[in-house]
């Protein structure tokens, strides 16, 4: 079975979809009856990104696809064909932008708004990758749950709890600087607790300024990140908004107890192996880390436990399945 792979995405992020499209490109290593037909075009700029969506994916993705003669057409985010040739499979990580639109920038609202429900309807198969996202696609966009498979996120290669740890006494906060991270509430809190954050992920959009006793790490390597995890005292994501949160699993993998947002797909995610907070309170934010503290060995346990239903091995067996199903 051959699978055309949209790997457009590579050039504007390393985050949640990047490591996705990389766990999916490990498949044929595993699975030798699969080979993954990678996609794409254009650069990394504003320019570049625009034409993408305005061009390449409504019309010049679909045409790529039938000349490379794929069996299914997987878009591993809401970007994507409104037809295709081929049997088109569709992942959406969540519906952020169409339940909170203020925290998203003009175009990605204005090309949500437009595209996103008619990508969705396109598919043959909808990934979702929680239960909470398969139910905001019920929610939001009337999609029938008949046609939606929960395939979750994997943990990458390289997380887990022996090897490097970074120095330090500090909490570890990951994703990319925009509003729903909430890292300014993340940074008060730090301040109430009276510990020393640290912040990997790359400049995103809306003007996050964080005071100047947060450590800005920027984006690191995977090797990197995962040494950072494992010094870490805890991983603190209070996000507003997640269709899943792959920072919580890689965390717990890495044997680092988490504090994440109650309710939403991070609990879900969490599995009962995190301590959850009100992420709109910095109060209960900085009681969360303290109690993420006091309660280390157990949740190192609870995680480790809990990340190994993430393996890459799991989610590629899952993705088979769903690509299977669709080209039937």
């Known amino acids: ?31 030798g009856d699969v080979e993954i037909v990678p996609l794409d075009w254009g650069g990394s700029g504003r ?31 809401f ?24 925290l998203f920038n003009r175009w990605t609202r204005a090309y949500s708004r ?18 909470f996202t398969r139910d905001e696609l ?24 022996d090897g490097p740890r970074a120095d330090g006494d500090y909490v570890l906060a990951v994703g990319t600087l925009e509003p729903r991270k909430n890292l300014q509430r993340l940074a008060e809190a730090a301040e109430l607790a009276r510990v020393e954050l640290r912040v990997v992920g790359a400049p995103g959009w809306g003007d996050v300024e964080l005071p100047s006793h947060v450590r800005l790490a920027g984006p690191v390597d995977d090797e990197q990140l995962a040494a950072l995890y494992r010094g870490a005292c805890c991983l603190a994501y209070p996000s507003l908004y997640e269709g899943f949160g792959i920072p919580i699993v890689e965390a717990m993998a890495c044997g680092t107890p988490v504090v994440t947002s109650r309710g939403g797909a991070t609990e879900e995610v969490a599995g009962g192996a995190a301590v959850l907070v009100d992420p709109f309170d910095p109060a209960a934010i900085a009681a969360g880390i303290h109690a993420a503290a006091a309660r280390h060995d157990a949740l190192r346990a609870a995680g480790l436990e809990r990340a190994r239903a993430f393996t890459q091995e799991r989610v590629a067996k899952a993705m088979l399945s769903v690509y299977r199903e669709a080209s039937s």
Request: glycine fraction near 6%.
């Open 138 to 161: 019920a929610d939001v966009l009337g999609i029938s749950l008949g046609k939606v498979r929960v395939v979750p996120n994997a943990v990458p290669a390289g997380f887990g709890p």
């Open 47 to 77: 320019l570049a990104a625009a034409t993408r969506d305005a061009w390449w994916y409504p019309h010049a993705l679909p045409r790529a696809a039938g000349r490379a003669r794929v069996d299914v057409l997987h878009c591993p985010s």
């Open 79 to 102: 970007r994507g064909p409104t037809a295709s040739p081929v049997p088109l499979v569709v992942t959406v990580h969540d519906l952020a932008v169409l339940r909170h639109p203020e």
């Open 1 to 31: 079975m051959r699978v055309g792979l949209d790997v457009s995405p590579l050039r504007l992020t390393r985050a949640g979809t990047a490591r996705v499209i990389r766990t999916l490109q490990e498949i044929p290593q595993e699975h």
């Open 114 to 131: 437009l595209y996103v429900p008619r990508v969705v309807a396109a598919a043959r198969l909808v990934v979702a990758v929680s239960e």
